[in-house]
């Protein structure tokens, strides 16, 4: 049995193909540098539950392993795979039970997930997103890499030899 297809016209399969490569080149991917462990497969259950809306801000491609973005342009960039913070004078705050090492820079300010391996790196602009929002609402995904340390203070009482 032979069934009759309609063609499309011209005109609606070249203005569908105009659309498509405008809504292409609406998410160029970012160059962000991938992390010298980004390979580590904890990344991965982590990059897989990412947020698609972070601080109000769209998720968008970026062009290496184990990196994210939120807006355009971008306010906040993640990287998986970064080198695992040593003692550290600088503030360490728990959000969700994430703990994470903060450094206030001009103009991003950094965050890194602190005793999880492999690390996760958070770049953000404090201007256009709160830390607070950013870490409660990366919590859910930074804890799928599991923690073995966690943030101690001066303030607390440590059993000492």
Known sequence: MVT???????????????AAALLTACSVPLDVESAEN???PRCADMMVVLPDELAGHSQR?????ATSAWGDPSHVVLRCGVPIPGPTTDPCVSVNGVDWVAREGD??????????????????????????????ELAAAAGRIPADRECTSVDQ?????
């Open 61 to 65: 491609p970026t062009n290496s392993q």
């Open 38 to 40: 980004a390979n580590d």
């Open 157 to 161: 009482d440590l059993e000492l030899p």
């Open 107 to 136: 103009p991003a300010w950094t965050l890194t997930t602190y005793g999880r391996e492999p690390a996760t790196e958070v770049l953000f602009d404090p201007t256009a997103v709160a830390s607070s929002t950013v870490l409660a």
């Open 4 to 18: 009759n297809f309609p063609l499309r016209k011209p005109t609606a399969v070249a203005a569908l193909c105009a």
